[in-house]
């Protein structure tokens, strides 16, 4: 059995002052979909199924009335062929019928209205800038009927395959993270019927191998000695800092003493990351008091890319063969207070993680560090091996 019908503010967000959303309803062997028909009106300008009380009403009327014709001819195209008959496959026939009648922007238009608008912290707007410019440059997810799960899972076999895969699975994660909470947001609006990513399951592409500094190496980098009033030097003090107290690049530049409480010599603090907006509780321990000493309360400010380009250089000249970054300082930090015996439940509240998965990543890399000594004692102990004699011997 097979009905349609025009349905007005499904989601019931219209107000006098607030549009709503006017749609097909398909059903299809008890199988519903709605086709938004880009129409939105306010709850006074609805009465009897139809657009009333504005001066376009006859227009939108007339665009509701080919688009449902639209729909029955889908229908009657499919039964004709003896296709079988579902729900997409109507959607399908009906955009492709009524390309010259929608009005709105499209999804990357919308996007780019949209990202203005969103609560993030400047970093986060500028993967959204860029997930934009990805999408614009696949060229196959740019109108609102491309929203599917099947093009999104294709966008992302493309992501990795862009520049020979050059790009991280960390990275194609981050894309898909703005473009879900994006499209959650055009769900929420009524620009699509529904998130495909409610239907999807996305791997995060987190490195197996965390890479961070021992000790000796931590030793290293605070004794490597860098000429004052330089740049250098403020990375290198700003990399300290980080490396003792565990905070994102987005933390540090935000960081301002006066948050912190005094109790004796301690500097405490429970704060929110400027990311994530996740509590967290922070100590300055003695090598990150003498840093902000140092500046007086206040680090200085410093543009993240020539920050993780400095840190490159000074990796080398401190003999250490891992390539700084930033985020690597917070790895550092995760893993000293670990080796040093913070409980891995204190340590995911010092990071600000949303749950502790996140932080047992690091116990493993401790435990894995372990059995590689236990490797290299077995391997010592080990008796050598005979060699065969060879032929007349």
Known sequence: ?????????????????????VEVRITIDRKTMYISTGVRVYKNEWAAGCIVNRPDANVLN????????????????????GVKLDVESVKRMVWQQTEIIKDGPTLLDWISDQIPLLDIGQGTRKRYHTLMNRLAEYGKLTRWEDVTVENITLFDSWLHQLNDGAISDSAVYNYHKCLKALLHRADQFGKIDRNPYERMKLKRGEKENIEYLTEDEMKAFERLLVPDCSLMAVSHDLFVFQMYTGLAFSDMQAFDIRQYRKEGDTYRHTGER??????????LLPPAVRIIEKYGGRLPKIDNADYNHNLKALGVMAGITIPLHSH????????????????IENVSRMLGHTNI????RYAKVLAQSVYDDFSKVAAKMAPPKRKRKGKGE
């Open 1 to 21: 059995m097979i009905t349609t019908k025009l349905i007005f503010d499904r989601r019931k967000m219209a107000s006098r002052t607030h549009e709503g959303y």
């Open 62 to 81: 007339d665009r509701l009335a080919i688009i449902f014709e639209k729909v029955h001819e889908g229908i009657n195209e499919s039964v004709k062929q």
């Open 274 to 283: 400027i990311k994530t907006g996740v509590a967290y509780v922070s100590q």
């Open 328 to 343: 690597l300082a917070r790895h550092t930090f995760a893993t000293y207070m670990l080796r040093n015996g913070a409980k």
């Open 357 to 360: 998965t996140q932080t047992q």
